[in-house]
Structures are given as structure tokens and as C-alpha cells.
């Protein structure tokens, strides 16, 4: 019997079409190495490996603030705004940890001189006013590893989160400058931005106490 007749025939038709269905599927699925799919599988790895614990020991920043209740929200620019904790590397939402109280959010990058120079005056006057005012450094870059050996370098213990998109400066409408201080009221709404260089600590508790009405 010819090849022809063969193919003639309905059901060796069909037989030989599903025969060609099966390993067009299984090619289709098999993995390539350098396919889309493995690139993207790389690149969630790559994002969510992180920082190491050891690093973030090292560091010794104090832990972020917690919200009040389970329930807080916080209100203002910066509400609904997720931002990870340099402490543990987890999430918070900002405007809900610092609800409640007024805070000072320094804006800084670990290649940024000038919030080399700023962050231990930040840090004094945070030991100065204890309870009364939430300090605490924004870092505005994705690299937090350098972040992080940044601090350790400056001894900085401050409580700080991790803002790679520098989230919090676009909330706020602050230029792309750095250093940056935001002095936000215990309701979440912005009391000021500072678009400076802190001189000293007399500086800084000035400028809160004028801004802010907290003086310590």
C-alpha cells in the first residue's frame, strides 16, 4: 500500500495528526536555558535574596516604630506607603508606624557626603529628645547592602527604612536632592521640608521646635 493511500485513510489522519499535536506540546513546554521564563525566575531570585542577617546585625539599628493599633492607617501624603525596616528588612507602613507622634524623616544616600556629615548631629539630637519626636533615616537608593555599611561606618543606630524608588520624596514634593528633612505632625500632615544640610544639633532642634512646636 502506497504512502498515499495510507494518508487517504480517516482515521490513520487523525491518529497521525494527535501523534503531532503531543510533540508540538511537549517542545513547547520543555525549558530552555536563556528563555524568557528563566530570565524572569532569575531575576525574582536576584530580588528577593536581599540583605543578610549578619549584615543587618552588624548595623545595629534600632528597630522602627510600630503602630499604635493593629487598626492604624495613618493619614497624610505619606499614608498607604510601604517601605521595608533596615533593622529586619520587613515591611511597614510608614504613616501608620509614626501616627500618633510628630517625626523627623532624614532623606540620605550612602554616596551623599553632605548626609555623611548630617547623620551623626541627626543622631545626638535623637538621644536628646527620647520619646518626644520619631527620628529616622530614609535611605534613598536602591543599594541597601551599602546602605547598611554606610551606618555601621558612622556608627548611626538610628531606626531607618529602605525607600529604593525614593517614594517618600515624591509623597512629599521634595526635590531630587539629598540631604532632605521632612518634619511630619503627629496627624501624618507635612509640617515642612527642608531642602538643607543641618549645621549642628542646635540647628536641627531649632528648626523642630519652630516647625514642629516640639522643643526638647
Known sequence: MSEGSLLRRPGLRWALAAVILVVAATVALWPREGSE?????????????GVSAEERAAAGSQPCPSPASASATGSGPLAGLSVSCLADGKPIDLAAALAGKP????????????????????????????SALTVM???????????LSRLTGLGIT??????????????????????????VRADGTIASVEVRTFADVADIADTVSAKLGVTV
Do not use: M
Not at 37 to 49: A, D, E, L
Not at 108 to 117: E, I, K, Q, R, V
Open 158 to 183: 538610628l531606626p531607618g527604612v529602605e525607600d529604593p524608588q525614593a517614594a517618600v520624596r515624591s509623597a512629599v514634593g521634595a526635590p531630587a536632592v539629598l540631604p532632605v528633612s521632612v518634619l
Open 137 to 147: 533615616t530614609v535611605h534613598s537608593d536602591p543599594d541597601e547592602a551599602k546602605a
Open 103 to 130: 517625626a523627623l524623616l532624614n532623606l540620605w544616600a550612602y554616596w551623599c557626603g553632605p548626609c555623611a556629615t548630617e547623620l551623626p548631629h541627626l543622631q545626638e539630637f535623637a538621644q536628646r529628645a527620647g
Open 37 to 49: 521564563t528563566s530570565g524572569i525566575v532569575s531575576q525574582t531570585s536576584r530580588q528577593t535574596s
